[in-house]
Antibody
Framework: QVQLQESGPGLVKPSETLSLTCTVS????????WSWIRQAPGKGLEWTGH???????DYNPSLKGRVSIALNTSKNQFSLKLSSVTAADTAVYYC????????????WGQGTLVTVSS | DIQMTQSPSTLSASVGDSVTITCRAS??????LAWYQQKPGKAPNLLLY???VLQDGVPSRFSGGGSGTEFTLTINSLQPDDSATYYC?????????FGLGTKLEI
């Protein structure tokens, strides 16, 4: 079965870069859409962006060019980098998979809390 | 960005009841809509996509409808396990956006 697992630092200092990795098992990242979705404490869900298996990306403009998502096909992983973080970027970050553009996110990681604080 | 407005924000019902949650889009999204269920401390779980297509493994008590700007999620024969927050999400254009959620208490 398909499983996704987020990993990365749980604490990041303001103005630094948040880096997370999603390790995928039971599926190849050489197909489908791979996304990062975050949820601030007690708040709703925010789509940060996704990457297609081709390497093509789309990002949420609200993140003002601070975000990048990349594939690592040799490790069957994809990553998120978010630069110049502030306290507003504190959230649980989920990685997720959509089988197709029109299928919704059917597989999710368990989520990882990233706190931005000095 | 397309804004997704859910109503009500909270809902209380009893076991065996039926409830309907509404999601309105600020512009037409055709049928490019998904519904998710999220329980505290857990990742969201996909219930429906394409506004009305039931995801594999989801009980048929869940159903969705609508197109354009107005959509509904209906849950029949409520069970205690249905207590959760429900979110709609469009994927008509970038950025994809979610509604603020409807908290259902059984």
């Amino acid at each position: 079965q398909v499983q996704l697992q987020e990993s990365g630092p749980g604490l990041v200092k303001p103005s630094e870069t948040l880096s997370l990795t999603c390790t995928v098992s039971g599926d190849s990242i050489s197909s489908h859409y791979w996304s990062w979705i975050r949820q601030a404490p007690g708040k709703g869900l925010e789509w940060t962006g996704h990457i297609l298996y081709t390497g093509s990306t789309d990002y949420n403009p609200s993140l003002k060019g601070r975000v990048s998502i990349a594939l690592n096909t040799s490790k069957n992983q994809f990553s998120l980098k978010l630069s110049s973080v502030t306290a507003a970027d504190t959230a649980v970050y989920y990685c997720a998979r959509a089988r197709a553009h029109s299928s919704g996110y059917e597989y999710w990681g368990q989520g990882t809390l990233v706190t931005v604080s000095s | 960005d397309i804004q997704m407005t859910q109503s009500p924000s909270t809902l209380s019902a009893s076991v065996g009841d039926s409830v309907t949650i509404t999601c309105r889009a600020s512009q037409s999204i055709s049928s490019w809509l998904a519904w998710y269920q999220q329980k505290p401390g857990k990742a969201p779980n996909l219930l429906l996509y394409g506004a009305s297509v039931l995801q594999d493994g989801v009980p048929s008590r869940f159903s969705g409808g609508g197109s354009g700007t107005e959509f509904t999620l209906t849950i029949n024969s409520l069970q205690p396990d249905d207590s959760a927050t429900y979110y709609c999400q469009h994927y008509n254009s970038y950025p994809f956006t979610f509604g603020l959620g409807t908290k259902l208490e059984i």
